[in-house]
């Protein structure tokens, strides 16, 4: 049996069930999904939000395939699923247009000065702004040059811009004019005008950015996050913003999600605030449902799988 832990409104979950040649138990609730794990042969949950622990591990005796919608599977127990020999697979891949789209998006909005423009707006107030700068000629430096990374480079390159990628392994890749390795990371903040992070959420990239990251960057520079919350600090973040250490920031990830309605992150007319909706478009549920489609039917057929999650790994 297909146990989804995700809801079938998750539209992931609404077109895997329409593509799947067998049925899905979606389970509203651990109390529920509790009691299903006992027929439990596949999983499908998000390693972004999952709620399968230990517990419910050992109640699932039949479990032999975890699938994850999202390309981090960091709150998946991975451990205990290597321990029992069940593999784990994520969609890498189905939302790198998406969150390329709205890396692009994120920059022409800071470069056209959009969130100024939109509360003026709201106050009828007719001003304009002189010396806005084109993306053209401006530097990207990409943290994470995965899939998503790489076509965000290439967007950005169709644009004019100089794009630099950082890699923990560093090769030559398209979209990217220098791949450098993570540990050039402060060498190189300080020649980007963009700085976008798309690592994963790993022990080596917990708080990747913090004061000495943001004190090396531009002050004309802006910071765009759509990877994990924890990659950032936020303390640091937001003392980068409150000195003008760098101009602006655009956010789809936080520590806590909701972001707290405290947060001075809320207030600061240099920073957009997204809902951790980046990549949360009709072509990623597509994308992500055909992935899962794949592996189920390659599992019922003892093929190989894909985006099989290896050892040592989080994405």
Request: aromatic share 6%.
């Amino acid at each position: 049996m297909i146990v989804s832990l995700l809801d079938i409104t998750f539209p992931t979950i609404g077109l895997l069930a329409k593509m799947c040649d067998e049925p899905i138990a979606v389970c509203r609730g651990r109390d529920k999904a509790m009691r299903a794990m006992p027929e439990a042969e596949i999983i499908v949950t998000s390693g972004a939000s999952a709620y399968l622990d230990e517990e419910m591990l050992d109640a699932a005796k039949n479990l032999r395939l975890v699938l994850s919608t999202s390309a981090g599977v960091e709150k998946i127990p991975i451990e205990a699923l290597r321990r029992r020999g069940i593999p784990l697979c994520n969609t890498r891949g189905a939302h790198a247009l998406s969150i390329a789209e709205y890396v692009l998006g994120a920059m022409l909005c800071f470069s056209y000065r959009l969130p100024f423009f939109i509360r003026n707006q709201d106050k009828a107030l007719w001003q304009n702004v002189y010396g806005i700068e084109t993306l053209e000629g401006k530097t990207l430096c990409v943290v994470g040059a995965g899939s998503i990374g790489s076509l965000i480079g290439k967007k950005a390159r169709a644009l004019g811009m100089r794009v630099v990628g950082l890699k923990r392994t560093p090769e030559p890749l398209e979209g990217f004019d220098e791949v450098l390795p993570v540990s050039a990371l402060l060498d190189t903040l300080g020649k980007a005008d963009f700085v976008v992070l798309i690592t994963p959420l790993t022990p080596e990239t917990y708080h990747l950015f913090n004061d000495a990251a943001f004190s090396r960057m531009k002050p004309s520079a802006v910071f765009i996050n759509v990877s994990r919350g924890d990659t950032v600090d936020e303390a640091a973040l937001i003392r980068a913003l409150e000195r003008q250490a760098i101009a602006g920031a655009v956010l789809d990830v936080f520590h806590t999600e909701p972001l707290p309605k405290d947060s001075p992150l809320w207030s600061m007319p240099n920073v957009l605030i997204t809902p951790h909706n980046s990549a949360l478009t009709q072509d990623a549920f597509k994308k992500s449902a055909e992935i899962l489609c794949e592996n189920i039917r390659r599992f019922r057929k003892g093929e190989p799988l894909v985006n099989l999650i290896e050892d040592g790994k989080l994405y």
